[in-house]
């Protein structure tokens, strides 16, 4: 089975995110000053085979683990759909 | 009312993604061989102050026409929520 999963990764809330800051205030030059906050991370789309969903799920969270996430300054969630 | 934006910034699917063939590749070498394709892009997390739903959705659009995405290469999608 074939199966697509959506994993955004995120700094940790307590590490400065100077990236955010300055979108932020890339935005308040552009007049967009209801922003409050910014946080800026990755989104991944991976596609998948495996036999079933529990599987998926093991090889996405490996993958998080090993190479995509960096579990000291970075959290990550996911969503895993089978593939029409 | 505050409202969070959860928005991902994906390349478009025409274009080329090398970030994307690295990471299948890196995956592939740690073991995890049955990823088929990857794709990078950004997640951002807006924190923002509006009147309502709508004008929240507006200023959301803005920001991503304006700044957070290239267009010409790139394309978002997004979810608001209320902020509890």
Redesign the interface.
């Known amino acids: 089975m074939?199966f697509v999963a959506?994993i955004?990764?995120?700094p940790l809330k307590e590490i400065l995110d100077p990236q955010g800051k300055a979108?932020k205030l890339?935005?308040k030059n552009?007049g967009?000053s209801?922003?409050?906050?910014?946080?800026?991370?990755?989104?991944?789309?991976?596609?998948?085979?495996?036999d079933n969903e529990n599987v998926a799920e093991e090889?996405v969270k490996?993958?998080c683990k090993?190479?995509?996430a960096n579990l000291i300054m970075e959290d990550y969630s996911y969503k895993i759909t089978v593939m029409a």
């Open positions: 074939r959506e955004d990764i995120m979108v890339g935005l552009l967009i209801q922003v409050e906050d910014v946080r800026i991370g990755k989104h991944i789309s991976l596609e998948l085979e495996a090889l490996s993958a090993k190479l995509l």
